[in-house]
């Protein structure tokens, strides 16, 4: 799973990367602080994997793990750079996720006062240049296409009328996720990979005493169907340098409570519709936390693992994590009844165990 974060400068993109990674990465109150995007990798915390690993007493466990890119920023008024970075970075490391964010922490020299501060016209600002950013992909695509369909190619002839549909509903301001597509035309759709295609996560980043602030930007945001979470990115960074009691004495001076960087990877599994399933037994080297699109399948699962399971499976052996932290192992599991076997059409569930068999 890839996040790649984006907003205007100075809105905290960079503190959030580095709540998230524990990175160090430089942060400043100046636009352009960087033109390299910065990258890291954090493990996404389960306590279910934790209390599968002691029970199993597995060597070992190994979480799921999200990659994260911090991509620079641009001022707002610079619409032509934001259209290249967009174009440089959003397509190639931000593909699974972008994340807007609103609350500016300092203004750019010739933004607006801070009293004017809107989340939601921050949020816009950026959405604008990123669908200028897709229009423009679509129009280069259009114009290679016109030349093959003015040749007589009819497959071009065709694909030319979608593309400037495409470009023209763009042109209108909307993002690619609302433009309507048929069956035959989504081949297409993902073959552009747009970045407004791609699902949205608003990160509020605000300051510990403002973390019930920004009702307008969720309100908006859950209107469109997208996620919103607020995090004090700043106040998670420091804390993050403490022990963990000193840390704990901290958020309760302050009435902040833990969690909210988890609250952030959830609401990255939320807004890509992914689960987790587990594998591990007493047999296995490790305990281990796998991520999975919602509604796929055993076969799917199986893929997550290896190309070599997946074609040669046989079978799976399923529990939900719930019975076997309950029971204990899976010869428990088997002799109560909660382990099933499933074959490769089974849908998997959040939480599932899976031990999966295949020829050799």
């Not at 959003?90 to 996720?97: D, L, N, Q, V, Y």
Request: aromatic share 6%; with cysteine; proline share 4%.
């Amino acid at each position: 799973m890839k996040l790649g974060i984006v907003g205007l400068p100075n809105a905290g993109k960079t503190t959030v990367f580095n709540a998230l990674t524990h990175a160090g990465a430089l942060a400043t109150a100046y636009a352009f602080s960087s033109a390299e995007a910065n990258h890291g990798v954090v493990a996404v915390p389960d306590e279910r994997l934790d209390r599968l690993n002691e029970v199993l007493q597995t060597p070992r466990e190994v979480h799921a793990t999200i990659e994260v890119v911090d991509i620079p920023a641009w001022p707002a008024a610079a619409a032509s750079t934001a259209r290249v970075w967009a174009a440089a970075f959003c397509r190639t490391s931000a593909r699974s996720m972008r994340c807007p964010r609103g609350a500016r922490l300092r203004q750019p020299r010739g933004s607006l006062p801070r009293a004017t501060i809107d989340p939601v016209a921050d949020v816009e600002a950026v959405e604008t240049e990123l669908i200028l950013s897709d229009l423009e992909l679509v129009e280069r695509r259009r114009d290679k296409t016109n030349k093959a369909a003015r040749s007589g190619d009819r497959l071009a002839q065709k694909e030319l009328t979608v593309l400037e549909r495409f470009a023209a509903e763009l042109g209108e301001g909307r993002r690619a996720r609302q433009i309507e597509r048929g069956p035959d035309e989504e081949p297409l759709m993902r073959d552009l990979a747009l970045v407004t295609e791609r699902p949205v996560l608003f990160v509020l980043n605000t300051d510990e005493s403002h973390l019930g602030a920004g009702d307008e930007l969720v309100a908006w945001a859950r209107e469109r169907g997208d996620e919103v979470v607020a995090l004090a990115a700043r106040l998670e960074v420091e804390l993050a340098e403490l022990e963990p009691d000193e840390a704990a004495e901290f958020r309760a001076g302050l009435d902040v409570p833990a969690g909210g960087v988890d609250e952030l990877i959830a609401g990255c599994y939320r807004a890509l519709g992914y689960i987790t399933f587990f594998t591990g037994d007493f047999k296995s080297s490790e305990s281990r936390a796998w991520q999975l699109p919602r509604g796929a399948t055993a076969w799917q699962a199986a893929g997550r693992i290896h190309g070599d399971i997946q074609k040669k499976f046989v079978r799976a052996e399923v529990v939900p994590i719930v019975d076997l932290l309950a029971l204990g192992s899976f010869a428990h599991a088997r002799d109560k009844g909660a382990l099933r076997v499933e074959g490769k059409t089974y849908v998997v569930a959040d939480g599932d165990v899976m031990n999966f068999r295949h020829t050799a």
